[in-house]
């Protein structure tokens, strides 16, 4: 059905009864324009001015069909939802945890509004009740109004979405400003950055500007691809966490591969369910750091990170030529990365440094993991 709005209803204040006429010809609303119209008095009306159901609608929305989308609330504290047809009839459509605040014109999604508390907070779902966004964001009565929004989430750090279910910045940041449609000014840290859409991507131009000139060209590649997010733009010379980096060799496996690599293994790690923690796992190139912990916020070392590029390497199926590498600190590779870091040396996808040490126990900074995965990326 066209889900088209019309009218909201939303339950705040008591006014005088209302009827609201199924029929599309007879339909009208007896109320001043700034009012807003208490459920409890709404009456809907057959074409032949018969009462259908009774006054605890809790959300009531017209469609441009003529039907009128109704909410039932239930004792549970779920809605009953029910489409009244032209002839007042009534169809039950779905039993849902939220009220329905508005249909988006161009999708049909519905956006939905929760109370938590005397809190309201707003969600998106689909025409058929699958969860886009659940309701996460706080109350905004003009939400979703155009292509993008900005919208603070309950942690209070503000992001941008749109109601497609895209999210265009990542919700990271204490404020932020739209220039216009292509471009925002965020506050992160007490510092101003400008992100601007290059070629549909949204690029965090101020962070990535003073990158050192060793890094800037994969830089400027990985995030073509898409591969970088506005979180990790923000923190390219940190040390880069077991999470953040099975972002980055998912994002990349997918992209080279063109394959979406599907999460089929259960989920043992009691402390993750980052979705690309697990894709990685499903895959079989990380494992946990113990039986049922993944410690996804844990910095990776150098020796971590070859043993899972050369898993990697190992699932695109290519073909390294053996050389030999022989590391001044060779000594201080742990055995089970010592074979990795041959692998990933052959490639030349990691290397050691000026001294010809690998360095095995250090930190990967983000800048290094973005240059290593680019250099992967375009093997042959």
């Given at each position: 059905m066209n889900k088209k709005c019309i009218v909201t209803i939303l339950s705040i204040v008591f006014l005088s009864n209302i009827n609201i006429y199924a029929n599309q010809h007879n339909f009208k609303i007896n109320k001043n324009d700034n009012d807003i119209i208490s459920m409890e008095n709404i009456e809907v009306l057959d074409i032949n001015n018969n009462k259908v159901g009774n006054k605890n609608w809790s959300s009531a929305v017209v469609l441009n069909s003529g039907n009128l989308l109704v909410g039932e609330f239930k004792t549970d504290k779920t809605y009953d939802y029910y489409?009244?047809?032209?002839?007042?009839?009534?169809?039950?459509?779905?039993?849902?945890?939220?009220?329905?605040?508005?249909?988006?014109?161009?999708?049909?999604?519905?956006?939905?509004?929760?109370?938590?508390?005397?809190?309201?907070?707003?969600?998106?779902?689909?025409?058929?009740?699958?969860?886009?966004?659940?309701?996460?964001?706080?109350?905004?009565?003009?939400?979703?109004?155009?292509?993008?929004?900005?919208?603070?989430?309950?942690?209070?750090?503000?992001?941008?979405?749109?109601?497609?279910?895209?999210?265009?910045?990542?919700?990271?940041?204490?404020?932020?400003?739209?220039?216009?449609?292509?471009?925002?000014?965020?506050?992160?840290?007490?510092k101003t950055y400008t992100i601007k859409n290059i070629n549909g991507i949204y690029v965090n131009e101020t962070a990535i500007k003073n990158v050192n000139n060793w890094a800037k060209d994969s830089l400027e590649k990985a995030l073509k691809l898409n591969f970088v997010s506005q979180d990790l733009q923000l923190k390219l010379n940190d040390y880069i966490t077991r999470e953040q980096f099975c972002e980055l060799i998912v994002k990349l496996y997918e992209e080279k591969t063109s394959f979406q690599i599907p999460i089929r293994k259960k989920n043992i790690f009691i402390d993750t369910n980052n979705k690309y923690v697990l894709k990685a796992y499903s895959l079989g190139i990380v494992s946990g750091k113990s039986e049922n912990k993944f410690e996804p916020n844990s910095y990776i070392t150098r020796e971590e990170s070859a043993v899972i590029l050369s898993n990697l390497i190992g699932k695109m199926e290519y073909s390294i030529t053996e050389v030999g590498y022989i590391y001044k600190d060779n000594n201080l590779i742990s055995n089970w990365a010592k074979e990795p870091v041959q692998i990933v040396s052959n490639a030349k996808i990691m290397n050691g440094d000026n001294n010809n040490n690998f360095n095995p126990k250090d930190n990967y900074k983000v800048i290094e993991a973005i240059s290593t995965i680019m250099r992967l990326y375009e093997l042959k």
């Open positions: 489409e009244i047809n032209k002839q007042g009839e009534k169809s039950f459509i779905t039993n849902s945890k939220y009220y329905i605040k508005d249909i988006d014109s161009k999708t049909g999604n519905f956006i939905t509004v929760k109370n938590e508390n005397n809190n309201y907070y707003l969600g998106v779902l689909d025409k058929e009740f699958n969860i886009i966004y659940d309701n996460i964001f706080e109350y905004k009565e003009n939400a979703f109004e155009e292509y993008s929004d900005i919208l603070k989430l309950k942690d209070g750090k503000y992001g941008v979405f749109t109601i497609e279910g895209e999210e265009i910045i990542n919700p990271i940041f204490k404020s932020i400003k739209k220039i216009n449609n292509e471009n925002f000014e965020c506050i992160y840290n007490n």
